[in-house]
C-alpha cells in the first residue's frame, strides 16, 4: 500500500524550531520528488518547499526562505523539514506529496500524486 505519514508537528512559541518528517512506504521512494504544503483555516493549501528525488534540486517559497531547511534520506524514505525562527503566520497543517514527475513545482499540481494526511503546527505564545 502506498503510504505518505507526517510526524513531528506540535505546539511551539514563536521563534522556536520544529523538524518534521515524511516518512513512505510503499513505492520506490528515490524516483519522487517530495513536496510540502501547508493549509492554514480559511486560506487555500499552499506550497512550502519541495526536494528533487536525487536531493540535488531544492525549492523554498519566499516565506520561508532562510528559515526553513528541506532534507531527504532515501536509505530511511524520509523527507525531513527543519523550521527555525517559527511565526505565527507559519501556523497551518502541514502536508507532505511525492511527485514522480521530479516537476520541483511548489503549486499543488496533479503531478503531485501522493499525499499524507497532514500534521498540526502551531505557533503562539
Known amino acids: 500500500q502506498l503510504q505518505l505519514v507526517e510526524s513531528g508537528g506540535g505546539l511551539v512559541q514563536p521563534g522556536g524550531s520544529l523538524r518534521l518528517s515524511c516518512a513512505a512506504s510503499?513505492?520506490?521512494?528515490?524516483?519522487?520528488?517530495i513536496g510540502w504544503f501547508r493549509q492554514a483555516p480559511g486560506k487555500e493549501r499552499e506550497g512550502v518547499s519541495c526536494?528533487?528525488?536525487?536531493?540535488?534540486?531544492?525549492n523554498y517559497a519566499d516565506s520561508v526562505k532562510g528559515r526553513f531547511t528541506i532534507s531527504r534520506d532515501n536509505a530511511k524514505n524520509t523527507v525531513y523539514l527543519q523550521m527555525n525562527s517559527l511565526k505565527p503566520e507559519d501556523t497551518a497543517v502541514y502536508y507532505c506529496?511525492?511527485?514522480?514527475?521530479?516537476?520541483?513545482?511548489?503549486?499543488?499540481?496533479?503531478?503531485?500524486?501522493?499525499w499524507g494526511q497532514g500534521t498540526q503546527v502551531t505557533v503562539s505564545s
Open positions: 526536494i528533487s528525488s536525487s536531493g540535488g534540486s531544492t
Open positions: 506529496a511525492a511527485d514522480p514527475q521530479n516537476s520541483g513545482s511548489l503549486l499543488v499540481t496533479p503531478s503531485y500524486t501522493y
Open positions: 510503499g513505492f520506490t521512494y528515490d524516483y519522487y520528488a
